[in-house]
């Protein structure tokens, strides 16, 4: 049961559905951030919020919104891979 759970949880895109998209920009530009985030090792959290301060303020939020549930899932920015995030 644990790894079905797992396994829809990481889905692709592609397996969920979704097409080009807003949504999937959106979505590409958070798994990029958390990619960046994690390469960087400590420095990434300086680099992010220094990238996220140059954004106009509702996509800033939609990011920032998005990439705090994504990390605290465990994504770290692998390709095609969105956490489904159960509130």
Known sequence: MDD?????????????GYT??????H?????????ER?????LGKVWLRGYLSKLKDARRFNLERDILS???EGNRGEP???AVVWN
Do not use: D, I, N, P
Request: charged letters at 30%.
């Open 4 to 16: 079905l759970f797992e396994t829809e949880k990481k889905a692709t895109m592609l397996e969920r």
């Open 70 to 72: 994504q990390w605290q």
């Open 38 to 42: 994690a390469s960087r090792g400590q």
């Open 20 to 25: 080009w998209s807003e949504q999937y920009r």
């Open 80 to 82: 095609g891979v969105w």
């Open 27 to 35: 979505r590409c530009e958070v798994r990029w951030l958390l990619s």
